[in-house]
DNA sequence: CATGAATGAGTGTTCATTCAT
DNA sequence: GATGAATGAACACTCATTCAT
């Protein structure tokens, strides 16, 4: 079975703004509580320890309700992953082209994204797992995301709009720069996420951190 | 249940060597099949996935002598995590010991560690599948092993003593530069993982490329 | 619960033509529309395997008018039965009032049956599966389905009067014979049904066979 | 999927009479009480309202004991239909092989079957249902299952034995004739079946019609 | 009346764990 | 100690039936 096929589009693509019906709309804010019941069980259990009864019960549905909006868990799970990536993307594509210059780009997409992060706390504990019982399950599958592969070529695109303008070197692919800023936010975003005392600090004070030891690296100058 | 409670640290602190009746040698090579066999398994299939009597079958032992040296699946996960870094650490405390220079050893600690990857690529799939049905099972669990903590711990002292020589800059603490060298090369690890071509290149010749971007940045000088 | 209280008699053993209100016309239009979607329903998937949804998807209706017009499942399946047989009592007793004489009442009979069959493959398909997955959930329930019995009296009343006119042996009972004959013409409706080239043959071909084995038998003369 | 893979044919066609380790005796031997058990929930439930449950609880054992055995529901199922007539065809070919002339094989063929039917008549009620919640699922899956199909060639041979013997009619096929005494047999258990007092009439006692009922017919001589 | 979304009991099946041999 | 058969709790998913709109 195709990832992507497993996606229902019509949710994720369409806006819901305009013309529709009560019935269809309704439809949707069901679909969109299930999500959130989601997101919520599965980043305290993870995929595998969390119930399809949990998730029904989270949302204050009956068990069967939720196969009327998804095929099946996997299909549930992996709605929820395309939509938090979509929402993400759409933001940084937002925030993003407001700014001319590759490092104001870059300022706000860091920041966007610590703050994107922030907001959605629960769902990136997904991941945050960090390989607790992890499993490579059809490894691949999950990067295959198209969501995902648009992150990972929006900042490549970045990474080489900033090589033209002779801000990033050129020694080096876009692409192989731009993995390297991932992992280096995510993670701070992971370190964030361990620590018991989150109140205090907000993550999004890290961007200035992440952009300095992406740029300047770690050496003294 | 405490993590660390999990792992029978006698086997993993003991030196086997000396002194050890057949009985209690013939234990440790049945402990060490059947952790082999893990590793396969959990490796193919994640940690869900692969049941006990597929880890049994591939060390051809049956089903409850598995029990006999692991608690439970749990136990039997974590201390094969708990074995393959405890490998690693004694290999990077080696071979770094010979370097005098933070630079050198640096050089070394990275090598090192992409090499062992690379000889353990099929245990390391297992983290790799970077969220895959992911499941943040009591978070933090993974990451409080004492050997995860441990290999963190080392790179912080190999970041201090970088700033010690001058080598690495002073304005952020060891710590904070420490997280974000290991996400460099595990992004590099991973993105070599995914790859078909593996065959081709070698995982060890990117050590340069991690150095080079954890200490000059990616910006242009 | 009895069986025969499964089947609104109403609407079987009333003439519809007069005196019908709209209301009533149109409710028994729905409920025809619904008995012809569950007949074909029925045939392709089998009781168990058939939904109400697929039903009333086929009839399109919505699924919650099924139950406007029937009980439940079990009570549709049954008035689905109770009504054909109650179809072909009707034929019978028309076409073999025609005739006098018990041996041409007979033919009259295998052939009117027959192509009754042959007409109503799809339902009779139902009961060909000669046992597949077959349940004989509470056993003779459905044999004491009135139109199965009055079936039966049927085929023994002619029988008596084949008897009477001396065409019939009377060293067992009428009901024993009826018995005989039954099972006879199902058998060639089965293996016609089975067969693959049937749009060749015409199974009311079969009615001189079947006529020719019940009185004369196998038997080298 | 093929009918006739869901059978382990190891089971069935091997005599377990000899050199069987503990082991693979007791094994049989648990598999035979399964067996037992779902011959008895099946006939009394039917296939589809039988739980596995059910089956377990009946032969005593746990749920999950049954997939020892078993790969599926279906399966059992099968198994449990092929084991039945296996063992009739055995019986017939025995019995009937004591026997020269045709219409000896004829009666005996009669007689065994019928005490055969008597005697697991749970079994057998499994069919009798005729056609209660029957369903085609699949059509002709049921049938091509070789021991039925076994069976009737068995009757074929024996009807076409007595067409060389001159014992019966040749202007039809061994074939066609063959389908007629089958039925004939299969209506008088089935009534018997139906019948409360049983207890009474002896259905062995049967044989005598069915086989003039066959050979002669219903007409008068 | 008609609708079809919601319900939740019920089923087949898996698998970690135990324990008699 | 080793075995692997037995266990039974647990879970994803289905579907007859109900009922608010």
């Known amino acids: 079975m195709n990832v992507n096929s497993l996606i229902e589009d019509k949710f994720i693509t369409e806006k819901p703004e305009l013309s529709l019906s009560r019935r269809e709309r309704d439809k949707l804010l069901r679909r969109a509580d299930i ?7 599965f980043a305290l259990k ?14 204050q549905y009956a068990t069967g309700t939720v196969y009327l909006y998804f095929k099946d868990k996997e299909s549930l799970y992996f709605s929820l992953v395309e939509r938090k990536y ?6 940084l594509k937002e925030r993003t082209s407001v700014a001319r210059a590759a490092r104001e780009k870059l300022e706000i997409f860091i920041h966007e994204n610590l ?29 295959k ?11 490549t695109e970045l990474v080489k709009l900033g090589q033209e303008e002779r801000l990033i070197r050129s020694d080096f692919s876009a692409k192989q720069i731009g993995d390297v800023l991932i992992p280096i936010f995510m993670s701070v975003v992971f370190n964030w996420l361990k620590e018991e005392s ?16 992406f740029l300047n690296g770690a050496g003294k100058k």
């Open 86 to 91: 979509s929402d993400l993307l759409a933001i």
């Open 46 to 59: 993870g995929y595998y320890e969390a119930t399809i009864q949990d998730i029904a019960r989270e949302a």
């Open 115 to 143: 703050g994107f992060f922030e907001r959605n706390q629960d769902f990136f504990r997904i991941f945050v797992s960090e390989g607790n019982k992890s499993q490579a399950l059809k490894v691949g599958r999950f990067h």
């Open 145 to 155: 995301l198209s969501v995902i592969k648009q992150h990972r070529e929006f900042v």
């Open 198 to 213: 989150k109140g205090a600090k907000s993550l999004s004070r890290m961007s200035g951190f992440i952009l300095d030891m």
């Open 35 to 41: 999500l959130r019941a989601a997101e919520h069980v």
